[in-house]
């Protein structure tokens, strides 16, 4: 009876055009089937519309945050370090002007006289190390040490690029400081000539060469460095590339301004033997440029004052790193400069031991010639090197490291003294002056 309705109602919206051509009941089934399928289709369609409108809305920004989620990604397998080192210092000095190029404050803009001084200072420095290694131990990478201190002013400690091949060789470009010939262990406070290649003559005042003129971390050049491991033996060689007269504080030398005419180009071998706790090292560090830099006399002749060669010997033993709790550090280190008109020789001891430092440095000045005019008011009547003559200085400083801090392996006190002494030979009773201080140190590293 089904299928005679359906029959029925098939044939009667039939359009006319097949009238004329009659189907058969089989045929008008199929039709029949294909438009209940069209009906059903249109019929989901429609409810899965319905379904869309009733779901709350979502912002674009939304659907794009949730489909991207919040992480650091990196281009290839590059492994990316974050790290800081954050140190503020209070300090007191018996003068603020000093006996030798030495550097007791972070504040550049401080200048010499001869009254006590109470000083806080100090940076917060930001690190980002990226490195990328290859098949057969080969890497590269970069490191970039942005420098803020408390006057207000941005430094950079360290920006250089780096590659080679592990425990083989290696080459760097950039800023940075190469091997320590002079290391003064746990210091706090006296930081002699400071810790880069600028600044570290103050004329009028004793020199403690320590191998630090070719050794890098320069404010008006840069620096490249190749070096190579074979079994307990490391080389490098360092180049550095800067303005000379940079290494004189006001570019004055010897009572004499100095006049920059090319850059120089110091260049510094390394050899060094380790072996356990046990380490030995020789260099030099001689530039190569002539008349870079100097000053004309009286008469009108150039005077070449860029003529400066160093050598250096440092001996180490250090069972610290065997033993965090019972082991020791002692460096011995020895240095000499021959430059134009001074010959200068240093040598220094000190240790380490249970975070307790002590050390001595002794340097002797021998000056040729210079030249006296308007300097002594420039110097306030501070300065204690205006003639030529021989001039010892001693210096006796200690450190002691107070650790964990509030429970915070990461945050230590340090206490720091030193006293220097000068003897000259440029007067007839002999010139004796001091100079002491005391530092505290806040260390705080993440």
Known sequence: MNKIWIIFFSTLFTPVSNAQTPLSIEERLAQMEQRLKATELRAARAEAE???????????????????????????????????????????????????????????????????????????????????????????????????????????????????????????????????????????????SGNTANDLYSDGYGYIFMM????????????????????????????LVEDGSSLFVDQKYHGNALDNRKNIVYVRPVAAWLSGAWSVATALESNLINNAYGYQNQNGRWIDQSKRTGYGMTLS??????????????????????????????????????????????????????????????????????????????TIHSSWQLPNIMAMPNFNIYLGAYASWLNSSSTKTGNTDERYGARVRFKYFF
């Open 50 to 192: 319905i379904h869309e409108l009733k779901k709350p809305m979502i912002p674009p920004t939304a659907t794009h945050a949730a489909a991207t989620k919040s992480i650091l990604q990196l281009t290839g397998d590059t492994d990316l370090k974050f790290y800081g080192d954050i140190e503020f210092n209070m300090d007191g000095a018996s003068r603020t002007g000093s006996l030798t190029s030495i550097k007791t404050s972070a504040n550049k803009d401080w200048a010499p006289g001869d009254k006590e001084r109470w000083d806080i200072n100090g940076r917060i420095l930001l690190g980002f190390d990226g490195l990328l290694k290859s098949t057969n131990g080969k890497f590269s990478g970069f490191s970039v040490q942005p420098l803020a201190d408390m006057t207000g002013k941005m430094n950079l400690d360290d920006a250089a690029f780096f590659f080679g091949q592990e425990d083989n060789w290696k080459f760097k470009v950039g800023r940075f400081e190469a091997y320590d010939m002079f290391p003064l262990n746990q210091d706090t406070f006296i930081e002699y």
């Open 212 to 239: 630090k003129e070719g050794r890098g971390r320069s404010n008006s050049g840069g620096n490249f460095l190749l070096s190579k491991t074979f079994d307990n033996w490391y080389f490098e060689v360092n180049t």
């Open 317 to 394: 033993w250090n069972t610290l790193k065997a033993d965090n709790q019972d082991g020791a550090v002692v460096n011995i280190s020895a240095a000499y400069l021959d430059a134009a008109d001074e010959k200068d020789f240093s040598a220094g001891i000190n240790a380490l031991w249970h975070r307790v430092e002590l050390g001595y440095i002794y340097a002797h000045n021998n000056i040729d010639q210079f030249n006296m005019a308007n300097v002594s008011a420039e110097c306030s009547g501070d300065c204690t090197v205006l003639a030529p003559g021989n001039y010892d200085i001693h």
